[in-house]
Nanobody, 115 residues
């Protein structure tokens, strides 16, 4: 059983940067895929970015070039740097881990993009 805890959310001005972090309670194995999702008010949860065991990263088209996902295996941490945020990206951001069998979710952290 893995527990995930997000941090770093809050209020950010448009075009501003924000860094989110996710702490895992168990070892992030090379076979574990870590990812970030978000859910805006009134919308379905959507996948945003992922990092595979080998270190390959993948991004939704809407965030390519602006978001960067990284991880620190020894520290059991996953980070996401978000740049040039727009108000429409106001949402609850969730950390996710998938080990090929089960999905694990964090409780989510609110990100509000507003001036």
């Amino acid at each position: 059983q893995m527990q995930l805890v997000e941090s770093g959310g809050g209020l950010v001005q448009p075009v501003g940067p924000l860094r989110l972090s996710c702490a895992a309670s168990a070892t992030i194995f090379s076979t574990t895929v870590m990812g970030w999702y978000r859910q805006a008010p009134g919308k379905q949860r959507e996948w945003v970015a992922g990092i595979f065991g080998g270190g390959n990263t993948f991004y939704a088209d809407s965030v390519k070039g602006r978001f960067t996902i990284s991880r620190e295996i020894a520290e059991k941490m996953v980070h996401r740097q978000m740049n040039s945020l727009i108000p429409e990206e106001t949402a609850v951001y969730y950390c996710n881990a998938w080990n090929g069998v089960s999905h694990y979710w964090g409780q989510g952290t609110q990100v509000t993009v507003s001036s």
